[in-house]
């Protein structure tokens, strides 16, 4: 890649946003849940819960770093941002399986 800082911004952002969309959506969730919370409600809410923590991990480590050292820490960042992505998708299938 010519330019990781540019690359960085773009999963800083990117996490940024994503990160707002999961909290609306785990938001909505929550709130239209039956009282009281069974296990399994407690398990589905540790999913989004956790690609929150990544991605606010991957947009702190995108947006702190000195560009002249991005290159040693940019697969780190990458990776957090993938397993948050991959957190919200299995997250979302299993709260829509879970609402029907």
């Known amino acids: 890649m010519l ?7 773009a999963l800083g952002s990117a996490a940024a946003s ?7 959506l785990f ?6 849940l039956p009282k009281p919370w069974t296990k399994a409600d407690f398990l589905l809410a540790a999913l989004p819960s956790v690609s929150l ?3 606010g991990a991957a947009f702190w480590l995108a947006m702190g770093l000195d560009p002249r050292n991005s290159h040693v ?7 957090l941002f993938l397993g948050g992505v991959l957190f919200t998708c299995l997250g ?9």
Do not use: P
């Not at 994503?18 to 609306?24: E, K, L, P």
């Not at 820490?73 to 990776?79: A, G, L, M, Q, W």
């Not at 979302?92 to 029907?100: E, G, K, P, R, S």
């Open 73 to 79: 820490v940019i697969h780190t960042v990458r990776r």
């Open 3 to 9: 330019n990781a800082v540019s690359s960085l911004q």
């Open 27 to 32: 938001g909505y969730w929550a709130f239209h």
């Open 53 to 55: 923590v990544l991605f």
């Open 92 to 100: 979302i299938a299993l709260i829509t399986m879970n609402l029907h």
């Open 18 to 24: 994503i990160f707002s969309s999961v909290a609306v």
